[in-house]
DNA sequence: GAGTGGTCTAGACCACGTT
DNA sequence: ACGTGGTCTAGACCACTCT
């Protein structure tokens, strides 16, 4: 007995995974039109919509008008990574959270920057350079990049008990944003700050932030040697 | 005029977006209930609804039966990268794809594989080395452990034509993985390799990949030094 | 032109978590 | 207990895109 109550839509999730995972429906093929599974499965076509709509966001399925639904040559090319928030990240494991500003001053912005922030190379740009520490070992360091013509009340700010990321958290809204991952090379000013040897290979993540169309700040932080970042969940 | 059709999902979205960008909802406040948001707006609930799902998927509402819709404290502390298919990202750029394969033997896994695929230290594992390049230029370098109580064909397989990533998308039916980025310094065998030096920091990307319950392949990419990742579109 | 997914609606009931 | 989001339904119309 399977029972014959009526399908959630992950219940209808579930059926069509099994059937791509047995290969009933295989890489490249159609399946059928969202009103006949919804007639086979007994429930309605909004709720197979649902389904669909989740496994073809999560890059199972392909789906376009008139040509209809087809299973995925290549499945599993989006990965979702929970981006830390430093703080949470250190206290949740039960470790004393600090930072200390190393480096703030209005500073012009390099081409680079300028680009990313969308901005001219004479507009009041802030510059910071921070310490995040675990247990007073050094954690990540980051430098950042605000656009004070965005958020005016940055160039008065103190961060003395809020760190420059908590303190833009509250004063502006974040709408989105760009990140990049990469691997660099220690420098011997990282080397010397993160504690580890020059060369070490470090991960390095940036992310530039917007606020509808204004860009507020463009971050990198470099990570201490041997950390990762996973797939949530 | 601002126009009285209907709304869509997505117009309510955007008005919601502005909302909280413009601080009429601020971080930490409750927002409207779906219904009374459905009525002020001239829309069904489950527009609204939609909608505010959207945003929570996004991270930039909190949501709680009971408790209602909370703007979020702390919003992008998500990211959704795309994986790379390594021949069609040199492809698309109008490069030459190439891979050679470096090692293929039966191998004892070491623990971690054995942990990452779930199985004994006898279980019967395929060890693949291969190179993939782009212009003839090193380009990814990969260490595939592979489950051949999962897949008895990848015993068999030549790899000649097809890499072991296609031959195994083409075989088996992927479910879900697991996926962690990280940085390291090159070893001599990978600096040798990729054509870089010794100690270079590399983005090394480790993925574990699943059908149903059953464990694949496990993978580390070793990307060329300079590779970047980045948030897709 | 016609077929398929995309979306909206109005109403209903359910499930969870707060109180 | 009760309020809020979560979901399902049946039906309708729209929008894209393939032929």
Redesign the pocket.
Known sequence: MTGDA?????AVQEIVRQRIRQRIWKPGDQIP???DLAQELG?????V??A??GL?DAGLLE???????RVALNPIRRAEFSIPLIREEIENRGERFDFRILTREMRPPPPDIQARLQIGEDAPILYLQTLYMANHMPYVFETRWVNTRAVPAAQEARFDTMSPNEWLVREVAFDGGDFALSAISASTQEAFILGCSAGAGLLALDRTTRNGRQMITSVRLVFHAGYRLHTRA
């Open positions: 009526r399908l959630s839509w992950q039109h969202e009103a429930c309605a076509r909004a709720t919509n649902r669909l709509r073809a789906r376009r008008r008139k040509a209809g639904t």
